[in-house]
């Protein structure tokens, strides 16, 4: 309980510092940052599945993390990640409704198509270290992801990790 509790305060302030619980969030400055930064990010809603699951699909081939480097900076990255990440959770929230009890909700599918990938073009330390230190704020701060591994007990049967959905 108390990690969890930690873990919650943790994202609260993150959230507070991040401004993601403004209604004042698409500013002018903001949608500048997010169409720089679009035609570099993998990914997207494709699709809504029967009992109203987003289906994204991440296509990482074209993806060049030397270019994104010098192209757009961490904090832009950041910036873009987190309005992806708001928008997933928002399709959540209106595909489940408030009154879903959490072992019904539906979440995301995820589908990561690691065609075209290749030593060559992918690895760049320095751009895959940014790229992974932004997308773990994903699994420290995103709801979900709270909820999960953090904030429910693990009682009989429920292995690590497990979602119930």
């Known amino acids: 309980v108390r990690a969890a509790a930690a873990a919650l305060r943790d994202t609260l302030r993150f959230r507070a510092e991040h401004s993601l619980d403004d209604s004042g969030a698409g500013s002018h400055a903001r949608k500048m940052v997010l169409a720089k930064v679009a035609p570099h990010w993998p990914g997207g809603l494709v699709t809504s599945i029967a ?9 990482y081939g074209p993806l060049r993390p030397r270019k994104l480097m010098r192209d757009i900076s961490e904090s832009e990255l950041r910036t873009f990640y987190l309005h992806f990440v708001e928008g997933m959770l928002a399709h959540m929230n209106a595909a489940n ?3 879903c009890p959490t072992e019904r909700w539906a979440g995301p599918v995820e589908v990561h198509d690691l065609r075209g990938i290749s030593l060559s073009t992918h690895f760049y330390p320095p751009g895959l ?18 909820r999960k591994e953090r904030g429910r007990g693990r009682g009989k049967g429920r292995r690590r990790g497990n979602a119930s959905r």
């Open 97 to 99: 409704g408030r009154a």
């Open 51 to 59: 009992g109203g699951s987003g289906v994204y699909y991440f296509g």
């Open 129 to 146: 270290a940014m790229l992974a230190r932004v997308l773990s704020l994903g699994q420290r701060h995103v709801p979900d992801n709270l």
